[in-house]
């Protein structure tokens, strides 16, 4: 099952993406996780993706596309993947779709995680991601056992730079003028749905099992 995860930042995809990897035992992929393990490990790829990242901007496609396009070729994504932040604009949903219909494929669903703006700054200036193992918590609503510190691993947990409110407000625009147009795309391709992004991480799950069984 190949499933594209829709929404703005914050909304929840990578949290339900995590969760639906798991019951369904395909990998997680998040463009967003692939650009931090470069930085963080001081790639080429990861200096020029930080420039664009910390502004609150696309990472440019060219660079974005190939590094996904590596990714699903790999064997573990023979059975199907989940996408958690990819894509992200009209060009790299053309590039996907045409890779996948030369190997006589498709995406199955693509989920919108929808949240409205309002909630969205709350999220994000919440979130709270591990430095290590990139497990993401909420202060409020999705707390660790001990603050500060992640159950998965027991490392530090931070406030992402780019979930800075004054970097927030640009990432929506850019959500809203580059992304927002995919639902349209998908929904045209008649695999488009839709969840409501604002009730419990448990709820929002439970309504994409629902479309996915
Ligand atoms: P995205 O991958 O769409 O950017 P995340 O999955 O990282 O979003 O979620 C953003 C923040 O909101 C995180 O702090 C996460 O723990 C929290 N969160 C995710 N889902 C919910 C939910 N249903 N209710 C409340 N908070 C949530
Ligand atoms: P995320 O972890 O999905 O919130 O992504 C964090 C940042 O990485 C985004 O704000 C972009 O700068 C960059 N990024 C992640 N995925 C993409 C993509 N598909 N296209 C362009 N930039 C991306």
Redesign the pocket.
Known sequence: MKIIML??????????AKMIAEKFAIPHISTGDIFRANIKNGTELGMEAKKYMDQGLLVPDELTVKILLDRVAQKDCTDGYVL??FPRTIPQAQVLDKALTELGDHIDYAIN?DVPDENIIN??S???ACVTCGA???IE??PPQKEGICDKCNAELILRDDDKPETVKNRLDVYHKQTQPLIEFYSEKEVLRTVD?T???QN?FAAIVEILK
């Open positions: 929404g703005a930042p914050g909304a929840g995809k990578g949290t339900q958690d932040g995680v999220r994000m919440g979130r709270r993401t918590y909420h609503h999705i992004g009730q419990d991480m929002v």
